[in-house]
């Protein structure tokens, strides 16, 4: 069984009700349901963690290898734009590191389109509602299972 963390930055506890026209209808719950079932059939167990606080990710990103996870997706929200110290957490991870936005960043406004975070990342996938955590969860997988 690999153990996978999906962390949830800034605000995501708000989906379903957070500009809908944007983020969708889903809630953040609903998302870890359809990631739970996708990780089902692939031997896959799941972890959320959902934060608003920049320290707290650093810290869950630091951890998470000693802690057996061979994995992670992360949606890190608002600090995808802002944070060096996100950045280096996953840079001094060893496990392979997905990032993940609902929206296409990049045909939103200008301050949204660079992610500090992406470059540490194995990649970034955006603009496809809650399917980029989908998406993102199956590429962790594949990571893990080419290896
Ligand atoms: C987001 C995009 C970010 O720019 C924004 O700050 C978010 C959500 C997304 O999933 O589309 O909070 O990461």
């Known amino acids: ?9 800034p605000n995501l506890q708000l989906l379903g009700q957070r500009e809908t026209a944007i ?11 359809t990631l739970e079932a996708v ?4 031997q896959a167990q799941l972890t959320f963690f959902q934060s608003n606080h920049e320290g707290g990710i650093v ?15 992360i949606n890190p929200a608002a600090y995808t734009h802002t944070s060096v110290a996100i950045r280096d957490a ?23 389109h660079h992610s500090i975070i992406a470059p540490a990342a194995c990649g970034q996938i955006s603009g496809f509602g809650a399917q ?16």
Do not use: Q
């Open 59 to 73: 810290d869950r990103i630091g951890v998470a290898s000693a802690e057996g996870f061979a994995g992670i997706v």
């Open 90 to 112: 996953v840079s001094a991870s060893p496990l392979p590191v997905v990032e993940v936005h609902l929206s296409n960043i990049h045909k939103r406004e200008e301050f949204r």
């Open 1 to 9: 069984m690999k153990k996978i963390l999906v962390i949830h930055g």
């Open 39 to 42: 990780a089902a059939s692939r």
């Open 23 to 33: 983020y969708g209808v889903l809630t953040m719950e609903e998302i870890n349901k």
């Open 132 to 147: 980029s955590y989908v998406l993102g969860l199956m590429a962790v997988i594949g990571i893990l299972e080419s290896h």
